[in-house]
């Protein structure tokens, strides 16, 4: 067997120093912390869980406040959370003295109820720029049960497609009877017995003529307006535009 | 020379070294591995033909996790698509601090338009903690993929790998973050802040073990997808009413 060379023992020497050095410094040295992975990921969860909380959570408010929370439960906001809309309240738990915020103002509802197109069909959508102006939402729909002061459903259960059309026109104000007479046999046998339409260009003429009383309303003349032609004939009445 | 120039290469090389015998301490460790018990699997449900684009999630996220407000920087957000009748599709993001005025391009002739929220899928193959060089990112046993920012070091390997643009690079920490389902939340037994403000439920939150959470009620009712499920990521993020072009 050939000896091997006194530098390579030498060399061989040094590594093995080395490594019980490394060895040492990485069983003996080190924090376990750094080098165990189990314990740095467990300290790393700990890090996480202690982490503070904003939201309290949907079911705690009920604890002191015992109106809203009921009546949010049967209501067509059932969905939502009180957080939703007063927003982060683990502060007020800890401490009544701060205040959540209740959004009263009328650009509050919109975020959720403004018209937009991609929010699913059938979902309650208004156009905040025609829908009841100047006033807050809250004057008529209280929060925490929102049901409209009344609800024409039953039109629209039936005819959506032109409830939501007016629903976002100049005319969201006008309920269906304003301009049809419906009887409650249209409803069972629609087709039987159909409701009235307007006849007339006075119809239109009784909120829009110069001489009508109604006010927010914008007047025409009934006499040169649209020469001889139905009303409806250049406007859709269920999304009526001046142009 | 020679000897000291090789001797200067090994010392330097000690804290790399240290890092190698990783291994061989965690083959010691795995005899003391303990009988995991029961633990849950959290996953979320994702209801798109319920989102309203509303953006309180977006927000709710923000104020819970400390996330800062620019809207590059986000644990969790709303996509709006809008699919045109030339088949092409348009993904805006949903800006959560001017909501109202996100109206889209009224010359644009609609096909079908709807909002996809997204946040991290909680990957059981995550790509993430794959490509992450000082194993920083991880997956508990519960099935949340979390980040020690003690020891990211910002390197931006897992903002890169994450197929879904999940992460982000902490500002101010100069770490990687992104969602953790809220962790410190649901280990307390409430909803992630997300959750907890949806207004029509499309999120759904749970434990994908249990045959009582609402999201194993969800994978019964209905179709579930994931998204870029060729992947293989295995996201625990499930989609219903998934729209194909959706990416």
Same mark, same amino acid.
């Given at each position: 067997?050939r000896?091997?060379?006194?530098?390579?023992?030498?060399?061989?020497?040094?590594?093995?120093?080395?490594?019980?050095?490394?060895?040492?410094?990485?069983?003996?040295?080190?924090?376990?912390?750094?080098?165990?992975?189990?314990?740095?990921?467990?300290?790393?969860?700990?890090?996480?869980?202690?982490?503070?909380?904003?939201?309290?959570?949907?079911?705690?408010?009920?604890?002191?406040?015992?109106?809203?929370?009921?009546?949010?439960?049967?209501?067509?906001?059932?969905?939502?959370?009180?957080?939703?809309?007063?927003?982060?309240?683990?502060?007020?738990?800890?401490?009544?003295?701060? /205040?959540p915020?209740? =959004?009263?103002? %009328?650009? &509050? *509802?919109?975020? #959720? @109820?403004?018209? !937009?197109?991609?929010?699913?069909?059938?979902?309650?959508?208004?156009?905040?720029?025609?829908?009841?102006?100047?006033?807050?939402?809250?004057?008529?729909?209280?929060?925490?049960?929102?049901?409209?002061?009344?609800?024409?459903?039953?039109?629209?259960?039936?005819?959506?497609?032109?409830?939501?059309?007016?629903?976002?026109?100049?005319?969201?104000?006008?309920?269906?009877?304003?301009?049809?007479?419906?009887?409650?046999?249209?409803?069972?046998?629609?087709?039987?017995? /159909?409701?009235?339409? =307007?006849?007339? %260009?006075? &119809? *239109?003429?009784? #909120? @829009?003529?110069? !001489?009508s009383?109604?006010?927010?309303?914008?007047h025409?003349?009934?006499?040169?307006?649209?020469?001889?032609?139905?009303?409806?004939?250049?406007?859709?009445?269920?999304?009526?535009?001046?142009? | 020379?020679?000897?000291?120039?090789?001797?200067?290469?090994?010392?330097?090389?000690?804290?790399?070294?240290?890092?190698?015998?990783?291994?061989?301490?965690?083959?010691?460790?795995?005899?003391?591995?303990?009988a995991?018990?029961?633990?849950?699997?959290?996953?979320?449900?994702?209801?798109?033909?319920?989102?309203?684009?509303?953006?309180?999630?977006?927000?709710?996220?923000?104020?819970?996790?400390?996330?800062?407000?620019?809207?590059?920087?986000?644990?969790?957000?709303?996509?709006?698509?809008?699919?045109?009748?030339?088949?092409?599709?348009?993904?805006?993001?949903?800006?959560?601090?001017?909501?109202?005025?996100?109206?889209?391009?009224?010359?644009?002739?609609?096909?079908?338009?709807?909002?996809?929220?997204?946040?991290?899928?909680?990957?059981?193959?995550?790509?993430?903690?794959?490509?992450?060089?000082?194993?920083?990112?991880?997956?508990?046993e519960?099935?949340?993929?979390?980040?020690?920012?003690?020891?990211?070091?910002?390197?931006?390997?897992?903002i890169?790998?994450?197929?879904?643009?999940?992460?982000?690079?902490?500002p101010?920490?100069?770490?990687?973050?992104?969602?953790t389902?809220?962790?410190?939340?649901?280990?307390?037994?409430?909803?992630?802040?997300?959750?907890?403000?949806?207004?029509?439920?499309?999120?759904?939150?749970?434990n994908?073990?249990?045959?009582?959470?609402?999201?194993?009620?969800?994978?019964?009712?209905?179709?579930?997808?994931?998204?870029?499920?060729?992947?293989?990521?295995?996201?625990?993020?499930?989609?219903?009413?998934l729209?194909?072009?959706?990416?």
């Open positions: 067997m000896k091997l060379p006194d530098s390579l023992v030498r060399l061989l020497i040094v590594i093995a120093g080395l490594a019980s050095v490394v060895l040492c410094i990485r069983f003996l040295v080190l924090p376990r912390s750094l080098t165990d992975m189990e314990l740095h990921k467990q300290s790393a969860v700990e890090r996480e869980l202690e982490k503070p909380i904003q939201f309290a959570g949907s079911g705690i408010c009920q604890e002191c406040h015992e109106d809203e929370p009921a009546t949010l439960a049967a209501g067509y906001h059932s969905t939502l959370s009180c957080e939703t809309c007063h927003g982060p309240a683990q502060a007020h738990i800890d401490d009544f003295e701060y /205040k915020k209740a =959004p009263r103002q %009328r650009d &509050f *509802c919109p975020v #959720c @109820h403004m018209y !937009d197109p991609s929010r699913p069909t059938g979902f309650p959508q208004i156009n905040p720029i025609a829908h009841n102006p100047l006033l807050p939402c809250i004057e008529c729909h209280d929060p925490h049960d929102p049901v409209p002061p009344e609800t024409p459903r039953s039109c629209e259960a039936c005819h959506a497609e032109i409830a939501r059309m007016k629903a976002v026109s100049h005319h969201v104000q006008l309920e269906c009877k304003v301009c049809h007479e419906a009887t409650n046999e249209h409803m069972l046998h629609p087709r039987a017995e /159909k409701p009235t339409k =307007p006849a007339n %260009r006075e &119809f *239109c003429g009784s #909120c @829009h003529a110069e !001489d009383d109604t006010v927010a309303t914008p025409i003349d009934l006499k040169t307006h649209g020469g001889r032609y139905l009303c409806w004939q250049c406007h859709y009445p269920h999304f009526p535009e001046a142009s | 020379m020679l000897r000291r120039k090789l001797l200067k290469m090994l010392t330097g090389a000690l804290p790399g070294l240290t890092i190698l015998t990783d291994p061989f301490a965690r083959l010691l460790a795995q005899d003391e591995e303990t995991a018990q029961e633990l849950p699997l959290y996953g979320m449900g994702i209801q798109v033909d319920r989102c309203i684009g509303c953006g309180n999630c977006m927000e709710a996220c923000k104020a819970e996790n400390n996330v800062p407000p620019e809207p590059t920087h986000m644990r969790t957000w709303v996509e709006r698509y809008v699919i045109d009748s030339n088949n092409e599709v348009h993904v805006s993001l949903l800006n959560s601090r001017n909501r109202t005025s996100s109206q889209i391009d009224e010359q644009r002739n609609v096909l079908r338009t709807f909002f996809v929220p997204k946040l991290c899928n909680q990957c059981e193959n995550p790509p993430c903690v794959q490509v992450c060089p000082v194993e920083a990112t991880f997956k508990t519960d099935g949340v993929v979390l980040v020690d920012n003690e020891r990211c070091m910002g390197c931006g390997y897992c890169q790998a994450c197929p879904y643009g999940a992460r982000y690079l902490h101010e920490t100069k770490t990687a973050d992104k969602c389902f809220c962790y410190h939340r649901i280990s307390q037994g409430l909803l992630p802040a997300c959750v907890n403000v949806c207004p029509t439920q499309a999120r759904v939150f749970g994908l073990k249990s045959p009582a959470s609402p999201l194993t009620r969800l994978r019964r009712l209905k179709k579930i997808n994931v998204l870029k499920p060729s992947l293989n990521t295995a996201p625990k993020v499930l989609y219903t009413d729209d194909g072009e959706v990416r």
